[in-house]
């Protein structure tokens, strides 16, 4: 079961996810980026229904980038946030989207700030959240150890103490993940977490 | 003169023109005129009104200044009737965008989004364009106070000062020798009382005759305020345009 996770800092937000992609009892693949980059400063991490999960994402993606080249501004994180949520609303009594979404972002007037979007549409503000069977053990990570204001170190740390929480603790527990970062300078990778490295191919 | 082209609205003449959106712009050079400032604390609005009795019921009707959005009002200029379905479709674009983004709507999109609007009724459906022009007034949190101005062609632009309806061209020229970038909302009502009062076909100015708005910020809301006439009166009256009535 795919996991994704976030959390908000003192001037920054984080998002990370697995990379597992899986289909039934088979593993396709370990190194499957599910933290889309919406635009410079705007992280959208999510998870559930692969072929939703990518179709949506994208079709978020490619609407902001519309939005910006119709009329020169970016949209706002918030602005954002709404939107895709009523993206979901619109198609969930006809044709619903099975996809889970952290939205993080940074803009210049308000800073940084995440927003928690499930599947059925529903919006919430917040400083941390998490999907999947993960955020039992994230969710209460989090609650343990965050605190605002945190640097990017500690923030880190947190993180890594919460995929060690998955790694042990969940029976079919997804070996790597993904952690993106969203600040002033921009949205970007920031590291992976591997437990499980594709074995070297050697050439024809 | 190519009449042959000129019924039909969404082709060109042979001249390249578009007959019936000239038209349209001649219908509202009939209209009372609007004239509009931007200042660095606001933007001022004035217009013109040609319904003037006295069984006119004041307090619910009103002919030139139309709120759209909290942020954003508009001074009309031509078919009152057309105005009033543009002015519904504005409202409208702005609420969808709004429930949409829980934003305000940006005030050149909403202009920008009208405009397109206006420009579909010359191009196809045939059916004519509308016989109004607008004077945008509005603040947003990307450009601050803007104006705009948009015409039956679906064409706008952003304005330090601009006039529509009758006597535009001379309004616009006055505008253009007294605008300075640095006048303040107090200044610039005066100049637009000027101005129109100079370009006003009538002999004598009173606060009857005329609809002032201005939009501003306070404790950091957007506020969209129509002059009461004692308080119009008052700055004609202090302008020398009106003398002051004998119970002052």
Redesign the interface.
Known sequence: MESVFGLVGKDFAIVAADTSAVHSILVHKTNEDKIMILDSHKLMGASGETGDRAQFTEYIQKNVALYQFRNGIPLTTAAAANFTRGELATALRKNPYMVNIILAGYDKETGPSLYYIDYIASLHKLDKAAFGYGSYFALSMMDRHYRRDMTVEEAIELVDKCILEIRSRLVIAPPNFVIKIVDKDGAREYAWRESIKDAPVAAA | MSRRYDSRTTIFSPEGRLYQVEYAMEAIGNAGSAIGILATDGVVLIGEKKVISKLLETSTSVEKMYKIEDHVACAVAGIMSDANILINAARLQAQRYA?????PM?V??LVQSLSDTKQGYTQFGGLRPFGVSFLFAGWD??FGFQLYMSDPSGNYGGWKAAAIGANNQAAQSILKQDYKDDITREEAVQLAIKVLSKTMDSTSLNSEKLELAEIYLSSGKVKFQICPPDKLNKLLVNAGLTPPSADA
Do not use: M
């Open positions: 429930y949409a983004y829980q934003e940006p050149e999109q949190k990307n």
